[in-house]
């Protein structure tokens, strides 16, 4: 038996890539509903070809018994209608940074911390596109080796910043002005993603910083980031520094990593292999490479991890989630 299911913010970017991947991993769905903004009530979009409605979300719209909702539709959608949804008895799943680092939502990662969706009380909150890919490669690291402080510094696609990112790269190869980011991407770099807080940090690093704490129950973990929009499409790539409390060798950081669920090794230098986002474009793994010791500090290495930013990053953790929701 399935599920009733509804999509909120069907018509999004992470949206449209929800019923994607519902779709291949065949998640066994009874009846499917579309939620999205007003202006798109009416419209139509393919599911397992048939077409389905999309419908204006509305305060009634809970009121079927819906079991599980996906949502994607922006921070103050999800403020606001998560805990309609919850209290109709559906558990939300959402994708916006709303809810993560409230005391009663999980924030889950299903590779990582699976048992965190036990203490739902409604809503499970998806993390951050970046953090997501980190903690799956450094989980496992973690358990082996104790992490003492790790360093982000990240190279991230202008589809995290939805539709107007995506335009802002496409038409600025053309020599458009920006819309969405406040100087050029196309042939440039950003040292700026969301916006900037009082302690000079963008809330796109804090946020990797506190969810990376959350999600492996490391709350006093030292991590510093640095997060950087770059002019590709799909895919962040993150080189990431990471200090351990104990000694190791090199054999067991590629062991642990090889045997890790959702993480692929792509490692061999003499060969050009190492993992890049045009690779990773379309694909649910995690990938890692250029794995090298850290030959600054006692012990420590340096990793490359590269995702897809819409899928693992969003939509195929979101339904992970789902899928074990339904267990
Ligand atoms: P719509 O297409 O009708 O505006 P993206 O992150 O790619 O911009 O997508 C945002 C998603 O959230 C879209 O599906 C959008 O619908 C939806 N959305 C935005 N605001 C609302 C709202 N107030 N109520 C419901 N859905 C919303």
Redesign the pocket.
């Known amino acids: 038996m399935g599920v009733k299911l509804a999509v909120?913010?069907?018509?999004?970017?992470?949206?449209r890539t929800f019923l994607k991947v519902l779709e291949e991993r065949n998640f066994p769905i009874d009846e499917l509903y579309l939620?999205?903004?007003k202006?798109?009530a009416g419209s139509t979009l393919n599911f397992k070809n048939n077409e389905y409605v999309v419908e204006e979300?509305k305060e009634d719209s809970f009121d079927r018994g819906i079991d599980i909702a996906l949502f994607?539709?922006?921070g103050d959608?999800s403020l606001k209608y998560s805990p309609i949804a919850a209290s109709k008895g559906c558990i939300v799943v959402d994708n916006s940074s709303a809810w993560r680092m409230h005391d009663e939502v999980p924030l889950v990662v299903p590779e990582v911390n699976p048992e965190d969706i036990k203490w739902h009380k409604g809503i499970i909150a998806n993390p951050n596109c970046s953090t997501i890919q980190a903690v799956v490669a450094l989980k496992p690291l973690d358990s082996s080796f104790k992490i003492k402080r790790i360093v982000y510094s990240t190279y991230q696609a202008v589809s995290g910043a939805?539709?107007g990112g995506f335009n802002d790269l496409k038409k600025g190869i053309e020599g458009e002005p920006p819309k969405k980011f406040p100087h050029p991407i196309a042939f440039n770099m950003l040292p700026h993603i969301d916006v900037f807080l009082d302690n000079g940090y963008t809330k796109e690093e804090m946020k990797m910083i506190n969810e990376t704490r959350k999600i492996m129950h490391r709350p006093d973990l030292k991590v510093t980031a640095t997060t950087v929009r770059v002019p590709v499409y799909y895919g962040h790539s993150e080189s990431i520094n990471v200090e351990f409390e104990r000694d190791f060798n090199m054999e067991d950081v590629y062991r642990v990593l090889h045997n890790s669920p959702g993480v692929v090794l792509m490692d061999d230098p003499s060969k050009n292999i190492y993992p890049t986002p045009l690779y990773a474009e379309g694909k649910d793994e995690v990938f890692v490479g250029r794995i090298r010791r850290d030959e600054s500090v006692d012990y420590g290495i340096n990793m490359w991890v590269v995702a897809d930013n819409i899928r693992k990053g969003a939509a195929t953790n979101a339904v992970q989630i789902a899928e074990l929701l339904i267990k």
């Open positions: 909120v913010g069907a018509t999004g970017m992470v949206g939620f999205a903004s202006k798109s979300l994607s539709a922006g959608t939805g539709l």
